[in-house]
Structure formats: structure tokens, C-alpha cells
């Protein structure tokens, strides 16, 4: 029974072939990221080469001891199988758990590159680590734009491995007929494996930038939710009604008359609503009770009528003073010196 079990378990070249068809039928797929068919196609995809990741280290088929040349023709594509593994966790679908989708994909795309660097299968420089990350990014917080020359040299990168990367599709495209027909001979099919491991190399490097990037965003907008959540937690004061502030009552029936759809109030109800809700701040202002403010109140009403009484009696003796001058002419009863 032990020997019919381990035959029935697929080999090694089962499900890494089974695993890249999967991965190239998703990315050619017409139907939505997000559709039943695709998504299957994913979750059986990463399956499948979980479980040859598991028999590659059983078996110890790479060691970092040896060099890229020790290593056999037909093995070199099983060090694809961490970048396919990347691959395939990007296209997972799913906004709640999107953040622990990138950072396991950062993971396979970084053993991936981590195990080429080791090999030396192309000369490029291996990106940041998370701790290395977030070291970088905390120092450089402070900035508060990116070095021109950083940039430019970034975008230099990006072309370079761009036009690389189409000249090694071009170049596989070319080899690929005779390589899976079989009739490619040993150096040619060395050659063919080599030229993919190269490729994946700059598509990790591309992963891991986006995926820093993405990160980074949903961090920020996580944060943002969290402050915004806090801030709302808070009791808010309720907004003020607009109004008109007048001297005293009549003052206030005369311009709410004009603004109907604005509320009036008099200073002493101002003054009051304010005390009453603690709105009115306690240093340079003295308290009063109710009554004092009645007073205050009173008094300056009487002294705006004895003003306007002030105004009526001025007014009244000059008339009188006018009307006097009328029929008096200057000079009048001083006829001592004529004759």
C-alpha cells in the first residue's frame, strides 16, 4: 500500500509544469481577476507549487555551497518555483487581507532573487530588506522631496531592465519550439533555462518596487482611518446658529423684521446663553449675578433717555435762541452813543 501511495503522489516535473501552466493560463485570462474561474486557477496554482517547494527541499536539490554550473540543465527551472509562487499571490483577490497577500509575495519574489545573487546569474543588487526598509524610509521621513539625482537614476534602471527584459523574451521565443520539443541539445536548453531565470530576475525587481509601494499606501491610508476614527470618537460641539446682535429688544424687532430667517438676540441673552453653557472665559471677566446685570442694564437705559432728553432741551434752546436773533438785530437797545 506504502509503494501505490508514493506512486500516485505527482513527481517533481509534474507539479512545476502543472504550476507555470496555471500561472501563464491566469495571466492570459479574459475573465475578471476577481471570477470564480480564475481565482481557482490561482489557489490550486500556489498548491501545487507549495508542494514542490516542500519535495525541492526534501530532496536538497540546491545547495549555496555550489556554483551555477554544478547545477544540472534540466534542474535550473525548479529555481524559478519561489518567483512563480510571487506571481501567483498577486493575483489573489481579496481587499481585507490584500496587505498579507504583498508581503508573502515579497517574500517568494525576495528568496528568489536572494537564491540567483547566490548563484550569481546576473549581476544586480538585491533590494532592501523589510527592517532595512523601514529604516530607510524613517530616516528619509524628514525629506521632504526625493534627491533628482536618486530619480534619475532609478528611471535609468527601469529602461535598462525594460529593453533587457523584451530582448530575452525575444530571444526565448526564438528557443522555445525546440527546447519543449526536445530537440534542443544540453548547452541550448542550459541556455534556455538561463535566459528565463534572467527574466524573472527583473520581473522581481519590478514586483518588489510596486509591492513597497502599494505598502506603503495602505499603510498610510490605514493610519489615516485610524486618526480620522479617534478624531470622530470625540464629542463635537454643535455648530452656532447665525444671529444678529443688538443693543436691546426694540433694536432687535427692528432688524429682525428685515432678516426674518435669521434668529436675534440682545446682549444680555448673548452674554447669557454663553454663561450658561460655560462658552465665556474665566480670566478678565467678572462675575455678576443676575441682578447686577438688570441694573447694568437699567442704567444704561436711563442714561440713553437722559441723552436723548440732553438732545431735545439743546435743541429746544437753540430754536429759541434762533427766533430771538430773528427779531432782535445785532445792535439792537445799545443807542447810548447815537443821537
Same mark, same amino acid.
Given at each position: 500500500? /506504502?509503494?501505490? &501511495?508514493?506512486?500516485?503522489?505527482?513527481?517533481?516535473?509534474?507539479? +512545476?509544469?502543472?504550476?507555470?501552466?496555471?500561472?501563464?493560463?491566469?495571466?492570459? /485570462?479574459?475573465?475578471?481577476?476577481?471570477?470564480?474561474? *480564475?481565482?481557482?486557477?490561482?489557489?490550486?496554482?500556489?498548491?501545487?507549487?507549495?508542494?514542490? /517547494?516542500?519535495?525541492?527541499?526534501?530532496?536538497?536539490?540546491?545547495?549555496?555551497?555550489? &556554483?551555477?554550473?554544478?547545477?544540472?540543465?534540466?534542474?535550473?527551472?525548479?529555481?524559478? *518555483?519561489?518567483?512563480?509562487?510571487?506571481?501567483?499571490?498577486?493575483?489573489?483577490?481579496?481587499?481585507?487581507?490584500?496587505?498579507?497577500?504583498?508581503?508573502?509575495?515579497?517574500?517568494? +519574489?525576495?528568496?528568489?532573487?536572494?537564491?540567483?545573487?547566490?548563484?550569481? *546569474?546576473?549581476?544586480?543588487?538585491?533590494?532592501?530588506?523589510?527592517?532595512?526598509?523601514?529604516?530607510?524610509?524613517?530616516?528619509?521621513?524628514? $525629506?521632504?522631496?526625493? @534627491?533628482?539625482?536618486?530619480?534619475?537614476?532609478? %528611471?535609468? /534602471?527601469?529602461?535598462?531592465?525594460?529593453?533587457?527584459?523584451?530582448?530575452?523574451?525575444?530571444?526565448?521565443?526564438?528557443?522555445?519550439?525546440?527546447?519543449?520539443?526536445?530537440? #534542443?541539445?544540453?548547452?541550448?536548453?542550459?541556455?534556455?533555462?538561463?535566459?528565463?531565470?534572467?527574466?524573472?530576475?527583473?520581473?522581481?525587481?519590478?514586483?518588489?518596487?510596486?509591492?513597497?509601494?502599494?505598502?506603503?499606501?495602505? %499603510?498610510?491610508?490605514? @493610519?489615516?482611518?485610524?486618526?480620522?476614527? @479617534?478624531?470622530?470618537?470625540?464629542?463635537?460641539?454643535?455648530?452656532?446658529?447665525? +444671529?444678529?446682535?443688538?443693543?436691546?429688544?426694540?433694536?432687535?424687532? *427692528?432688524? =429682525? #423684521?428685515?432678516?426674518?430667517?435669521? #434668529?436675534?438676540?440682545?446682549?444680555?441673552?448673548?452674554?447669557?446663553?454663553?454663561?450658561?453653557? =460655560?462658552?465665556?472665559?474665566?480670566?478678565?471677566?467678572?462675575?455678576?449675578?443676575?441682578?447686577?446685570?438688570?441694573?447694568?442694564?437699567?442704567?444704561?437705559?436711563?442714561?440713553?433717555?437722559?441723552?436723548?432728553?440732553? &438732545?431735545?432741551?439743546?435743541?429746544?434752546?437753540?430754536?429759541?435762541? &434762533?427766533?430771538?436773533?430773528?427779531?432782535?438785530?445785532? =445792535?439792537?437797545?445799545?443807542?447810548?452813543? $447815537?443821537?
Amino acid at each position: 500500500m /506504502a509503494a501505490e &501511495d508514493e506512486l500516485q503522489l505527482p513527481r517533481l516535473p509534474e507539479l +512545476f509544469e502543472t504550476g507555470k501552466q496555471l500561472l501563464d493560463e491566469v495571466e492570459v /485570462a479574459t475573465e475578471p481577476a476577481g471570477s470564480r474561474i *480564475v481565482q481557482e486557477k490561482v489557489f490550486k496554482g500556489l498548491d501545487l507549487l507549495e508542494k514542490a /517547494a516542500e519535495m525541492l527541499s526534501q530532496l536538497d536539490l540546491f545547495s549555496r555551497n555550489e &556554483d551555477l554550473e554544478e547545477i544540472a540543465s534540466t534542474d535550473l527551472k525548479y529555481l524559478l *518555483v519561489p518567483a512563480f509562487q510571487g506571481a501567483l499571490t498577486m493575483k489573489q483577490v481579496n481587499p481585507s487581507k490584500r496587505l498579507d497577500h504583498l508581503q508573502r509575495a515579497r517574500e517568494h +519574489f525576495m528568496n528568489y532573487l536572494t537564491q540567483c545573487h547566490c548563484y550569481h *546569474v546576473a549581476e544586480f543588487e538585491l533590494p532592501k530588506t523589510k527592517n532595512n526598509s523601514a529604516e530607510n524610509h524613517t530616516a528619509n521621513s524628514s $525629506m521632504a522631496y526625493p @534627491s533628482l539625482v536618486a530619480m534619475a537614476s532609478q %528611471r535609468q /534602471a527601469k529602461i535598462k531592465r525594460y529593453k533587457q527584459k523584451k530582448e530575452l523574451e525575444h530571444r526565448l521565443s526564438a528557443m522555445k519550439s525546440a527546447v519543449e520539443s526536445g530537440q #534542443a541539445d544540453d548547452e541550448r536548453v542550459r541556455e534556455y533555462y538561463h535566459l528565463h531565470l534572467q527574466r524573472w530576475i527583473d520581473i522581481s525587481l519590478e514586483e518588489i518596487e510596486s509591492i513597497d509601494q502599494e505598502i506603503k499606501i495602505l %499603510r498610510e491610508r490605514d @493610519s489615516s482611518r485610524e486618526a480620522s476614527t @479617534s478624531n470622530s470618537s470625540r464629542q463635537e460641539r454643535s455648530p452656532v446658529k447665525p +444671529f444678529i446682535l443688538t443693543r436691546n429688544t426694540a433694536q432687535a424687532k *427692528v432688524f =429682525g #423684521a428685515g432678516y426674518p430667517s435669521l #434668529a436675534t438676540m440682545t446682549v444680555s441673552d448673548w452674554y447669557e446663553q454663553h454663561r450658561k453653557y =460655560g462658552a465665556l472665559p474665566d480670566q478678565g471677566i467678572a462675575k455678576a449675578t443676575p441682578e447686577e446685570f438688570r441694573k447694568a442694564a437699567q442704567q444704561q437705559e436711563e442714561q440713553e433717555e437722559k441723552e436723548e432728553d440732553d &438732545d431735545e432741551q439743546t435743541l429746544h434752546r437753540a430754536r429759541e435762541w &434762533d427766533d430771538w436773533k430773528d427779531t432782535h438785530p445785532r =445792535g439792537y437797545g445799545n443807542r447810548q452813543n $447815537m443821537g
